[in-house]
């Protein structure tokens, strides 16, 4: 393993949890702090106020940052795979928290989650390309590379 690969691993192993994380705890706190009504249109806003609701904002802001990160360095196809067992922690966490009923049929999909978040995150590199926009060295100049074709 590469000097490279290793630092994009760790980076990897880093970021991907605070991603999944930040998303669990966002998705909570917004809906520990949601009314159960709103009046439509103005609720939305003024409800943006409310703790829970502000504090679940800002979680999900810097979701969105810390996964526009991790898609900077590891492909798409792995990101989003590796990210999705999210969705399983929020089920989790709005059985455990929120009391919700979750019924055996959810649980069987997350589980499906969960087994495709294996088979991609263990078995696969976070990066298999050289990302879109950024620059190769020819012949001590600097170019853009090729997008691939996509007709013959």
Not at 43 to 57: D, E, I, M, N
Not at 62 to 68: D, E, P, T, V
Request: aromatic share 12%; with cysteine.
């Amino acid at each position: 393993m590469t000097r490279e690969l290793a630092r994009l691993r760790l980076k990897t192993w880093v970021c991907a949890p605070l991603v999944v994380l930040s998303g669990v705890a966002g998705n909570y706190f917004m809906k520990r702090g949601m009314p159960p009504a709103l009046a439509f249109p103005f609720g939305y806003f003024t409800v943006l106020f409310r703790p829970y609701v502000a504090l679940g904002v800002l979680l999900l802001v810097f979701w969105l940052l810390s996964r526009m990160a991790l898609l900077s360095w590891a492909d798409l196809s792995y990101v989003v795979p590796v990210t999705s067992v999210g969705y399983a922690l929020t089920a989790l966490a709005g059985q455990v928290f929120l009391h919700e009923d979750v019924d055996w049929k959810r649980w069987i999909g997350i589980a499906l989650i969960v087994a495709g978040v294996a088979l991609v995150g263990g078995f696969s590199a976070p990066r298999t390309f050289q990302g879109i926009g950024e620059e190769e060295s020819v012949g001590g100049r600097k170019r853009l590379p090729r997008l691939p074709e996509v007709l013959p």
